[in-house]
């Protein structure tokens, strides 16, 4: 089966993959690189789909100045649980986060954990 491939620019998360490759290996086989991807997402993805976009949305809902859905969807895949392992994930970003955001941040990922 041939498939179109769309490019859309919206970060995805651990979860969404596996979901999506999951479905693609129900339908047909995988070829070797998505074989190798849907097993790092089944081993590595902490929430379900559906628990990554809730905590996505309610990352966003902080409002954080140029904090975007791409760091969202990285904080969503490393549930950091500590200042310096959020911090790690923001080190190449123009995104500096206040103290106070930082704990609102570890707040929202605490809760859905």
């Not at 990352?59 to 975007?68: C, D």
């Amino acid at each position: 089966m041939m498939r179109k491939i769309i490019e859309s620019g919206k970060p995805v998360t651990v979860s969404e993959v596996k979901n999506i490759l999951s479905r693609r290996e129900k339908e047909g086989e995988l070829h070797h690189e998505q074989k190798l991807a849907l097993e790092y997402a089944r081993k590595f993805a902490l929430l379900s789909e559906a628990g990554s976009k809730s905590l996505i949305g309610q990352l966003l809902k902080l409002k954080i100045p140029r904090f975007k859905e791409r760091h969202a969807a990285k904080i969503v895949d490393f549930m950091p649980e500590n200042e310096d392992a959020l911090k790690t994930i923001f080190l190449k970003e123009s995104v500096t986060l206040k103290k106070d955001e930082i704990e609102k941040i570890l707040k929202v990922v605490d809760k859905a954990r």
